[in-house]
């Protein structure tokens, strides 16, 4: 389905890489850090770029400016390492489809529906939760929008996504 290039169960229209790729993080004015991939074979939809990213787990860290050895995985791929997977990951996309005020209120959005609490929400980023749980449930990102790339660097390193525009 042209109008639909994701499917549910995370098999292609996404082709993402089958082995390790480099991540490399470092700050960013607009997302909650900036993910620089390397070593990304050609035949993907993600290639050797800078991509906004954003963190979906406050149990762990990540250190910036590090070559980490990265898995990735579509953020509707029921079939990552469950440490990495939410039911609420669509709601994650669709909040990064429906982004209000500045990157801060867009973290919140994403750790509140990914239930680690507030951390700080403005009436920006309850708009962006309530919103998401009205209309996010079943959300799946078309043409034109961005998908949520899950980065695996390890089960002690601080899960992230990145954007890949559809």
Known sequence: NLNNPISRDGNPFIRLPQNEITMVVSYSSVSYFLATLSNVPAGNDISNDAYLSWCIDLDHNIQKNYPYQTMVYSSYNTSMPSYLW?????????IL?????????????????LDYGDNGLNSYGWNMINDAIANGTDYVPGIGDVIAIVADAGYNVQYSVFELDV
């Open 86 to 94: 939410h039911n609420n990951l669509s709601m994650v996309n669709y």
């Open 97 to 113: 489809n429906h982004k209000q005020g500045d990157e801060d209120q867009i973290q919140n959005a994403i750790w509140y529906i």
